[in-house]
T-cell receptor, first 112, second 115 residues
Framework: KQEVTQIPAALSVPEGENLVLNCSFT??????LQWFRQDPGKGLTSLLL?????REQTSGRLNASLDKSSGRSTLYIAASQPGDSATYLC???????????FGTGTRLTIIP | EPEVTQTPSHQVTQMGQEVILRCVPI?????FYWYRQILGQKVEFLVS????????KSEIFDDQFSVERPDGSNFTLKIRSTKLEDSAMYFC?????????????FGPGTRLTVL
């Protein structure tokens, strides 16, 4: 079964620190992997998309990496700010599917 | 910047009633999707729609659900006879490229509460 897992479920970090969020997936045959941000009770904001042929993508203070062979992706956030507090979701487009398969997310709290 | 919009933001209905959730995808996008998120759970895929027909659906998307693109801009999800367990946040998404999964852009969601 194609699944996406995110550990830990919650993370608290002091402001200014760099941090890494983890995502793992069960099948290396993927089209792409997308990281989203979700604020409480709100929609999903796309942060970064990594195609299966890419190793990483960067946007501002965010850097996402992809290691297909090990079924892992990381989202690196540099110099964290209180405004980064949100739930971060990882979603994978597996081969043979048009849908995104989501992880349960990591709830990030940045402590001022 | 173009965005996906959804209406209403919150819908309250009685069990057994029909509801229609509306979405306006990004104007030049070709693929449309519905997902849902029950409170505290994962975002789950419901259905994808391309070229005026369903291209993929999950086991959640049973006969109680239907989708339609009634005109050139709207994309709707209908639930014929709502159940308590249909209470969830429903997200519409759209993507540009056909045939190859592309960045999916999500709307703000409609919170459906079934009483």
């Amino acid at each position: 079964k194609q699944e996406v897992t995110q550990i830990p479920a919650a993370l608290s970090v002091p402001e200014g620190e760099n941090l890494v969020l983890n995502c793992s997936f069960t099948d290396s045959a993927i089209y792409n992997l997308q990281w989203f941000r979700q604020d409480p009770g709100k929609g999903l904001t796309s942060l970064l998309l990594i195609q299966s042929s890419q190793r990483e993508q960067t946007s501002g203070r965010l850097n996402a990496s992809l290691d297909k062979s090990s079924g892992r992706s990381t989202l690196y956030i540099a110099a964290s700010q209180p405004g980064d507090s949100a739930t971060y979701l990882c979603a994978v487009a597996f081969f043979g599917n048009e849908k995104l398969t989501f992880g349960t997310g990591t709830r990030l709290t940045i402590i001022p | 910047e173009p965005e996906v919009t959804q209406t209403p933001s919150h819908q309250v209905t009685q069990m057994g009633q029909e509801v229609i959730l509306r979405c306006v995808p990004i104007s030049n996008h070709l693929y449309f999707y519905w997902y849902r998120q029950i409170l505290g759970q994962k975002v789950e895929f419901l259905v994808s729609f391309y070229n005026n027909e369903i291209s993929e659906k999950s086991e959640i998307f049973d006969d109680q659900f239907s989708v339609e693109r009634p005109d050139g801009s709207n994309f709707t999800l209908k639930i014929r006879s709502t159940k308590l367990e249909d209470s969830a946040m429903y997200f519409c998404a759209s993507s540009l490229l056909a045939g190859v999964p592309d960045t999916q852009y999500f709307g703000p969601g409609t919170r459906l509460t079934v009483l």
